[in-house]
């Protein structure tokens, strides 16, 4: 029965021909997996951890170690992977705090690299379906510590994950352009500079009616993301005829650079020489109703208390008896570091602009402002997937500064730790689950009837509240849009994994391994089991 679920779950996945386990191996010593579970009813249908830990135990001995990404919760202790694991939490479907990014990075080399590591050693990354979260930290590895490119990165991670037809590995915007950040940092000597942002004006063009407009960030290092302000109808300026102008993110910069906001009128014409929306499918929407042109300048400052922050956008209509429909659902993610920084001057592919600078970033030299412009088409949908349901806005644009000094230490400068230093690691989250309504908050609202909230009623025109009346097991459960057309991988490609000897133990009987056998030390002895003779070195860029 157990075997029954887990193939359900899976859906077009490749199982493990003998232990039915959900992995693959990107590299010859980066394997991505799907989350294991000690628990039930997860156990029916995820992989079982003890089932997992054989496996590696007997492909790897004693040179292996987890990396898992999940905010809520790993569903397992750490004792039963022998604490070999490192904690990096962050929520499902969303790109990482890049703050976090050295000290993986940084972890990852020391453990295949580092002093005291051992020829043969192998990462193992985890999060719940082993592909946005993983393949974002595996894809990260590769460019930064391994000089791989973006598109060698992805493109493997691909081949090795996905089945053909199921599209990317990782297939997020926000998750690309946090890889495109990777590249940049990589590029310019694993700078990073942690600063507080001010969000001071958020610009929409062809806005619709009834659309809440949320900035959020990241807290408790990363694992919770918090709305720190939902605009009201009080906020909202409503531009028309020749005000309909496009942000200019350089000429944005410099009027932030002298005057400390951006575009203080009430509508754009402080700039001239922006262009304007000329094209027949803008003229059609500016006379749609609903469809405004309209900036949003908060009563109030708007603070996030790192770098990353992230704007989000629902839709509702008005249906009765205290109902509402959700009809779009969107959001994205940037991070003013790296735009300021300038990663690139375009980013065609997910239709995104940013500051501009030429200089190494620091504390001093970082501009201090900037704007980020991005086009609907080009934001995160529901559930890690492209859909977003009717659409809410044509373009955004997001005005911000830089808080230049803080109580908290901010601005501070992060750089990947050296080998040999301590690697800062995160605090695991509650191992049993005991997060998933975090899990489920951070899938985001669903398309779909809604119940009407009294305190909503003033938000953009229309109520919007967050429903978690359904269970967050079940929420979690329903989440299969991030683990569509995911396959098993050995470490030469191929579909599966078999086992070196035929006559090998069968990892799905529990006497497979005797744990009462282990070392002194609690970790499982080192026997030679011959993986050194099916392994080959990583392959660089030009040996792929």
């Known amino acids: 029965m157990a075997s029954l679920l887990r193939s359900i779950v899976a859906g077009p ?3 493990h021909p003998e232990a039915g386990l959900d992995l693959c191996y990107v590299t010859d010593n980066i394997i991505a997996t799907s989350g294991p579970s000690s628990t039930y009813p997860q156990r029916a249908y995820r992989n079982p951890t003890d089932t997992l830990v054989k496996f590696l135990d007997y492909k790897h001995g004693t040179k292996w170690a987890i990396w898992e990404f999940r905010a809520e919760g790993t569903g397992y202790p750490d004792s039963e992977v022998y604490n070999r694991i490192r904690h990096f939490p962050w929520p499902d479907h969303q790109p990482p705090p890049f703050a976090l990014i050295p000290n993986i990075m940084a972890s990852m080399r020391d453990w295949l690299k580092g002093p005291e590591s051992e020829k043969g050693r192998t990462i193992v990354v985890h999060c719940k379906a082993g592909k946005g979260r993983s393949g974002t930290s595996a894809c990260s590895y590769l460019i930064s510590e391994e000089g791989w490119t973006v598109e060698d990165a992805l493109t493997r991670f691909t081949s090795r994950r996905m089945r053909s037809g199921f599209g990317s590995g990782v297939s997020i915007p926000s998750q690309l352009r946090w890889l495109s ?3 940049w940092w990589t590029k310019h000597r694993k700078v990073y500079i942690e600063r507080q942002i001010e969000i001071l004006e958020v610009h929409l063009w062809g806005l619709r009616d009834g659309v809440k407009v949320a900035v959020a960030g990241y807290v408790e290092e990363g694992k919770v993301i918090k709305t720190f302000h939902t605009f009201d109808r009080k906020e909202r ?4 005829g020749d005000s309909q102008k496009m942000v200019d993110s350089a000429s944005g910069s410099d009027h932030l650079n002298e005057k400390g906001l951006c575009l203080q009128e009430s509508n754009f014409q402080a700039h001239r020489s922006h262009p304007s929306f000329s094209s027949s499918v803008y003229s059609k929407i500016a006379h749609e109703p609903g469809a405004d042109a309209v900036f949003f300048r908060p009563e109030r400052p708007i603070v996030l208390p790192t770098s990353d922050i992230n704007i989000a956008f629902e839709r ?3 249906a009765t008896y205290g109902l509402t429909m959700v009809t779009s659902v969107a959001h994205v993610w940037f991070n003013a570091f790296f735009e300021s920084a300038h990663s690139s001057t375009s980013h065609p592919d997910n239709g995104t602009t940013s500051v501009t600078t030429s200089d190494l970033p620091s504390a001093e030299t970082l501009p201090n402002s900037g704007v980020f412009e991005i086009k609907w088409e080009a934001m995160d ?6 859909r977003k349901g009717t659409r809410a806005l044509d ?5 911000w500064r830089a808080i230049p000094e803080t109580k908290e230490g901010l601005p501070k400068i992060i750089t990947e730790p050296s080998v040999g230093q301590p690697v800062p690691e995160s605090a695991a989250a509650d191992w049993k689950n005991a997060n998933l309504k975090i899990a489920a908050e951070s899938l985001g609202t669903d398309l779909g009837l809604r119940t009407e909230s009294l305190s909503s009623r003033n938000v953009s025109k229309a109520s919007s509240t967050t429903d978690l009346s359904n269970t967050a097991l079940a929420a979690e459960r329903s989440d299969s849009d991030s683990e569509s057309g995911v396959k098993a991988h050995g470490p030469e490609g191929e579909e599966h994994i078999p086992h070196p000897d035929p006559l090998a133990i069968s990892l799905s009987e529990s006497a497979s391994i005797d ?14 089991l011959g993986i050194e003779k099916m392994r080959s070195a990583i392959p660089g860029p030009s040996m792929k």
């Not at 300026?237 to 028309?240: A, S």
């Not at 744990?515 to 030679?528: A, I, R, T, W, Y």
């Open 13 to 15: 996945r490749s199982q």
């Open 181 to 183: 950040y990777v590249d």
């Open 237 to 240: 300026m409503v531009m028309h």
């Open 316 to 318: 509702r209509n008005k």
């Open 381 to 386: 949908g529901i559930k890690g997937s492209v």
């Open 395 to 399: 373009r955004l644009a997001v005005v």
């Open 515 to 528: 744990h009462s056998l282990l070392s002194v030390d609690g970790k499982p002895p080192n026997v030679d």
